[in-house]
């Protein structure tokens, strides 16, 4: 979302004629409508992660926050050539939106101290975590980790977001498993 239009439109070319995995992040509504004429099947993109506003502005409509019409815009973005649409609510946790099926992620929870970056730090746990080889469902759960840690922290960037993102994963991880952290 922060390049040109034209940038934008000539790295999914790019992308889709060397059969790489695009993640676009919309970054704010006024970007997401300069860019919402790039999505169409020619230019595949592999996930988009907008905010409800921004998922509006994708489609060219006012989406309710809600699953059900969350669901039915993501169909219009599946029908333009997005394969996966993860939909950030804050608090509420998000919503991945692939193959047909609406899968409702919680939010992990946190002591917000500053929310500056949580959206940046919440795409990059999710691609951090597809470069890994992780499914989106997992890599969207990442991301909602690397937010939490980003909001329980008073810097823009958290200085040591990997160290603590890594800790938090392994005890997460533990937690999940059975084991005690």
Known sequence: GNIPAPAAAWVLGVAAAGGVRVVLEP??????????????PAHPVFAVTPNVDELGALVGRTVAADTDDIAAAAAELHARGVAHVWVSRGAAGSLLVSGGETLP???????????????????AGFVRALLAGEE????????????????????????????AFAAALAESEAVSEGARP
């Open 27 to 40: 970054v704010s509504v006024a970007k997401a409508a300069r860019i919402a004429p790039l999505l169409q």
């Open 136 to 163: 989106p469902a997992t890599a969207a759960r990442h991301g909602h980790l690397a937010a939490a840690l980003t909001v329980a922290s008073g810097h823009t960037v958290r200085p040591d977001l990997g160290v």
């Open 105 to 123: 992620i919680a939010a992990v929870p946190a002591r917000v101290i500053d929310v500056t970056g949580a959206g940046d730090a919440m795409t």
